[in-house]
């Protein structure tokens, strides 16, 4: 088991995580440069019943490339997006590294929608690349 802590930037949302990682994951897709302003975001997957989260996250939904019902959870004070929630993965929650208190268990396994990542973003040649969302 793993535990680990974080919280929005005003720290009006905060979480808690006593649960296995299930991965770590570095996307590089269209949707996730976009929310997050940035060329990829890291995201550490969790069982949903291994987190607690205290205060009160606003959500936003929308569809992915995949096709999938994307659910992302954000502090509606300072706009940190936090978790996303995929309708194909039931029962697990993406978790935005960047929150993680705990910097040192921030291990990604896999780089993921590389077709659309910014070209001259670096990539660990030690981990394998998706073009999409693998299966």
């Known amino acids: 088991m793993t535990q680990f802590s974080g919280?929005?930037?005003?720290?009006?949302?905060?979480?808690?995580?006593?649960?296995?990682l299930q991965r770590v994951v570095?996307?590089?897709c269209l949707d996730c440069q976009k929310a997050t302003g940035?060329?990829?975001t890291t995201m550490v997957f969790v069982p949903e019943d291994g987190l607690k989260i205290k205060g009160y996250p606003s959500s936003y939904t929308?569809?992915?490339d995949s096709g999938?019902?994307?659910?992302?959870?954000?502090?509606?004070?300072?706009?940190?997006?936090l978790?996303?929630?995929?309708s194909r993965r039931a029962g697990a929650v993406g978790?935005?590294?960047g929150t993680i208190s705990q910097?040192?268990?921030?291990?990604?396994?896999?780089?993921?929608f590389c077709d659309s990542a910014v070209p001259s973003t670096p990539m660990d040649d030690r981990l394998p690349k998706y073009p999409k969302m693998p299966g």
Do not use: W
């Open 68 to 81: 999938s019902t994307m659910t992302k959870r954000f502090c509606s004070s300072c706009g940190t997006q």
């Open 95 to 97: 978790i935005r590294a």
């Open 62 to 64: 929308h569809t992915a």
């Open 26 to 28: 570095n996307c590089h």
């Open 7 to 20: 919280s929005c930037l005003c720290g009006a949302v905060s979480y808690e995580a006593d649960c296995e």
């Open 103 to 112: 910097k040192h268990i921030i291990t990604p396994q896999l780089n993921i």
């Open 83 to 86: 978790f996303s929630i995929n």
């Open 38 to 40: 940035s060329v990829h």
